[in-house]
């Protein structure tokens, strides 16, 4: 399984980004995906997922501001992320059963 995960970058508070991972090497339609994010000095964290009937989840600190979505026919899974804080700076990692991709860097800053 492979997933790389692209999109991240610098945005002012109150921004926007929209982040993409592709999947490869597995059966995508029918898994949960997730995606995760690791702040500077802390544990990383559930963000949000979306399972094979597009049913999604979000974690307290982002519902409203962030969109999981997915395109099985391109193997690929979303974020979108409005109204972005500068606590939302992390690493942010899409996840597939046991495997993680490499991360993007979402940082949020003036």
């Known amino acids: 399984v492979q997933l790389q995960a692209y999109g991240g970058g610098l945005v002012q508070p109150g921004g926007s980004l929209r982040l993409s991972c592709a999947a490869s090497g597995i059966i995508f339609s029918d898994k949960a995906m997730y995606w995760y994010r690791q702040a500077p000095g802390k544990q990383r964290e559930w963000v949000a997922s979306i399972n094979s009937r597009s049913s999604t989840n979000y974690a307290g600190a982002v519902k409203g501001r962030f969109t999981i979505s997915r395109d099985n026919a391109k193997r690929m899974v979303y974020l979108q992320m409005n109204s972005l804080k500068p606590e939302d700076t992390a690493v942010y990692y899409c996840?597939?059963?046991?495997?993680w991709g490499q991360g993007t860097l979402v940082t949020v800053s003036s």
């Open positions: 996840v597939i059963g046991l495997a």
